[in-house]
């Protein structure tokens, strides 16, 4: 393939799912091998016709006696290029131990970790000198892996999002390679006279996915289909687009059927969901199973371990009689409750909205520090926690069509893809600041609170939505301007709280 081919398959996947824009500031994932070589050289090459900064970034594992020698090479192509270097040194091995997983997942962890600390950086910098920030993370995925990973979860067992394989764009993380083959690459690396680095545990077959890289894919390509690839990765696309569709449709469906919180009759458990049986049997099968794996993961806190096996054993309360129950990972359990499906965390207390739990007076009365984990939140799509004095908190990430954003104390609507890291409810620290006005006008949240006029038992019990020292939400009052949503906002963060009356 010659370089205007190449390049303009890159570029027709970044004007299909906006991956770049101007001004935007990219951490790309620079290993040394051929892929991530060719996404160094193609973003170098188009930095200047989009507008946006680049940096590379080298993780070395502590793996292999030659990744000082990849460090190096990355370093120089860096040079070549006139693009910044950032290495990082991790001792993976010690940190799978410690993390309880795999080399290979302990190396992804830390690689997006790595970009996200210098993308952090970056974004510091650019709140102190009150300029608008957007960071990507871009990495070197291409067709094969897409294929590959489809091919893995099929063969593990997924659901339809996992059917999908990689996705081009996730949260904040781009891959203009995707649409491009491992062969295409290497095609024209040769052809610009750019050699690459060879992880040799590439060849190995140790892990699930090089068995099926070196194993299976050559074998169907050969002996059934020569362009089997390409058509598995045509086919991952179009479950992507239906795995999105049929989100949305259950999103409208969990709306119909699970029940609002002024219809719970005081309850405010952590997780407790209550679901109309009536409204749920109206909906398609297929939803129906939608909505309850949903309620299943919001339930546990987690989608690990939770499979077809377990919605179904749900299911079968549809036609029991009132008060039958099963049993569940996590300690979920699931009961039928008359002309309700309740799902719920077995042990947690039904807590009343009573002083001492929102001032949180009483020692042990609720978490100080409550996460919300992005990398869960990009997973499950939404989440659920209790928050001292706000009750029940919801948190999904929607597409943003534009549409009228509604002004509500309770419910705020923040742009996504500006929140970097995890985010936490807590208390305040001397450190918290917040953005007021398009300027990027920055306040400290103590004087906030004090021209707000909040009494200072008050300020102590509060508890604040932040990402790292930036207040995001100040429940009750405003959201940081750095966060609001505008007209280039792709997809919002929707948080609905029941801690207070809507007002608007």
Known sequence: MGQAGLKEKALDMIKEYDMLRQGDQVAAGISGGADSVCLLYLLAELRKEIGFSLTAVHVNHGLRTEAGEDADYVKKLCRQWDVPFVLFEEDVKELAEKWKCSLEEAGRKVRYRDMEQVLLEKKEE?????????????????????????????????????????????????????????????????????????????????????????????????????????????????????????????????????????????????????????????????????????????????????????????????????????????????????????????????????????????????????????????????????????????????????QKIPQKTYTKWLDYDKIMKSVEFRRRNSQDYLTINDEGQKKKLKAYLIQEKIPSEEREAMMFLAEENHILWVPGHRISAAYKVTAQTKRVLKIQSSGGKESG
Request: proline share 3%; with cysteine.
């Open 126 to 402: 650019a709140f102190r000198k009150g300029e608008d920030f957007s960071g990507k993370i871009a990495v070197a995925h291409n067709q094969n892996d897409r294929t590959e990973t489809m091919l893995f979860h099929f063969f593990r067992g997924t659901g339809l999002a996992g059917m999908a394989g990689i996705r081009p764009v996730r949260g904040n993380i781009i891959r203009p390679l995707l649409g491009v083959s491992r062969e295409e690459i290497e095609a024209f690396l040769l052809e610009k006279g750019i050699s690459w680095r060879i992880d040799k545990s590439n060849q190995e077959n140790i892990y699930t996915r090089n068995k099926i890289r070196n194993c299976v894919l050559p074998y169907v390509t050969k002996e059934i289909c020569p362009e089997a690839s390409g058509h598995l990765a045509a086919e991952a696309k179009l479950l992507e687009k239906t795995a999105l569709f049929l989100e949305r449709q259950m999103q409208k469906a969990w709306e119909r059927c699970v029940l609002a919180k002024e219809e719970e009759e005081g309850n405010v458990s952590g997780r407790r969901i209550r679901i109309s049986i009536q409204a749920l049997l109206q909906e398609d099968e297929l939803l129906q199973d939608m909505v309850l794996k949903k309620a299943l993961e919001q339930a546990a806190g987690s989608a690990k371990d939770l499979s077809s096996v377990h919605v179904a054993s749900v299911r079968g309360l549809l036609a029991s009689q009132s008060g039958r129950f099963v049993n569940l990972p996590y300690q979920v359990k699931a009961q039928r409750n008359f002309s309700l499906l309740e799902i719920f965390k077995e042990g947690e207390k039904e807590k009343g909205n009573n002083k001492k739990n929102n001032k949180g007076n009483e020692k042990g009365d609720s978490p100080e520090r409550i996460v919300i984990r992005k990398e869960e939140l990009e997973e499950k799509g939404s989440l659920c926690v209790q928050v001292p004095g706000l009750g029940e908190v919801n948190f999904s990430v929607e597409p943003f069509f534009h």
